[in-house]
Antibody, heavy 122, light 109 residues
Framework: QVQLVESGGGVVQPGGSLRLSCAAS????????MHWVRQAPGKGLEWVAF????????YYADSVKGRFTISRDNSKNTLYVQMNSLRAEDTAVYYC???????????????WGKGTTVTVSS | EIVMTQSPATLSVSPGERATLSCRAS??????LAWYQQKPGQAPRLLIY???TRVIGIPVRFSGSGFGTEFTLTISRLQSEDFVVYYC???????????FGQGTKLEIK
């Protein structure tokens, strides 16, 4: 079945870096755009970044632009996000999510991973 | 950026009754709206897309409606596992700048 498994979370000091991974299985990874979405403790969902199926286009939330870099390796069926200059407000559960087009070619998020926790603290 | 406003923030309903959750967009999103359910400690789960199309495997007691800026998620005959948090999300943005509503927590009355 379609599955997304995040890894790489942990505790990091402010200003530090971390790279998260999302291993995909059960579908043709190279055919689908992918997203990162995060959720701070006790808060709602915040979209973080998107990458097209072939990696040709990447988009970021203003809150992470210039600090986070989304990438993918289609040969390894894996999505990444490199997070630099981390701040306390980046503390969250990070989810990767797969998008899929509806009948009119608008893309919604149909499958989510279980998430990996990032804590930025000294 | 499209701003989504969900109401109420918390909704108290008795099991077996019907719950009506609202989501309002700051500008028209057509029918490009999804609803997600999130249980404690779990990832969001897609319930509805296209404002009213139920995902395969989602119980028929979940239904969505609306177009443009006003949307509703209705859960009939509430069961215990339904008392969790629900988010709406528009998805007609390009380039993608996805936003989510702040969520509605459904609690047992």
């Amino acid at each position: 079945q379609v599955q997304l498994v995040e890894s790489g979370g942990g505790v990091v000091q402010p200003g530090g870096s971390l790279r998260l991974s999302c291993a995909a299985s059960g579908f043709t990874f190279s055919n689908y755009g992918m997203h990162w979405v995060r959720q701070a403790p006790g808060k709602g969902l915040e979209w973080v970044a998107f990458i097209r199926y072939d990696g040709s286009n990447k988009y970021y939330a203003d809150s992470v632009k210039g600090r986070f870099t989304i990438s993918r390796d289609n040969s390894k069926n894996t999505l990444y996000v490199q997070m630099n200059s981390l701040r306390a407000e980046d503390t969250a559960v990070y989810y990767c999510a797969k998008e899929i087009p509806d009948l009119y070619n608008y893309y919604y998020l149909d499958v989510w991973g279980k998430g990996t926790t990032v804590t930025v603290s000294s | 950026e499209i701003v989504m406003t969900q109401s109420p923030a918390t909704l108290s309903v008795s099991p077996g009754e019907r719950a009506t959750l609202s989501c309002r967009a700051s500008q028209s999103v057509g029918s490009n709206l999804a609803w997600y359910q999130q249980k404690p400690g779990q990832a969001p789960r897609l319930l509805i897309y296209g404002a009213s199309t139920r995902v395969i495997g989602i119980p028929v007691r979940f239904s969505g409606s609306g177009f443009g800026t006003e949307f509703t998620l209705t859960i009939s005959r509430l069961q215990s596992e339904d008392f969790v948090v629900y988010y709406c999300q528009p998805y007609n943005n390009w380039p993608p700048r996805y936003t989510f509503g702040q969520g509605t927590k459904l609690e047992i009355k």
